[in-house]
Nanobody, 122 residues
Framework: AQFVESGGGLVQAGGSLRLSCRTSGFTFEDYPIGWFRQAPRKGREGLACINRKDNSTLYSEFAKGRFTMSSDNAKKTVYLQMNSLKPEDTDVYYC????????????????WGQGTQATVSS
């Protein structure tokens, strides 16, 4: 599986970014897929994921209301729209999938890409 994340950058507090993750090498429509973020020396924080059982989108409590995940199956690409950004949102953002399609926890990430850096200035 391959993932190419893009769309990060430098933005002022209150601004927005739209991240993209282009995928290949696996059956996109079958696997749960989601976004998480992680900074050096910090733990991984799940943000959003698509549950393939019903194609619903789930959000962590942190991401609800400010982040929106969407998917384009034809392009095998997922997106993360991030609004009202805060300096504490500065992080590297990744998309990923679990190793198996039957994973029941949508927020499972076993394979992911190189990430895209988002920096929010105050």
């Amino acid at each position: 599986a391959q993932f190419v994340e893009s769309g990060g950058g430098l933005v002022q507090a209150g601004g927005s970014l739209r991240l993209s993750c282009r995928t290949s090498g696996f059956t996109f429509e079958d696997y749960p897929i989601g976004w998480f973020r992680q900074a050096p020396r910090k733990g991984r924080e799940g943000l959003a994921c698509i549950n393939r059982k019903d194609n619903s989108t789930l959000y962590s409590e942190f991401a609800k209301g400010r982040f929106t995940m969407s998917s384009d199956n034809a392009k095998k690409t997922v997106y993360l729209q991030m609004n009202s950004l805060k300096p504490e949102d500065t992080d590297v953002y990744y998309c990923g999938v679990p190793n198996t399609v039957t994973t029941t926890n949508c927020f499972t990430y076993d394979r992911w890409g190189q990430g895209t850096q988002a920096t929010v200035s105050s």
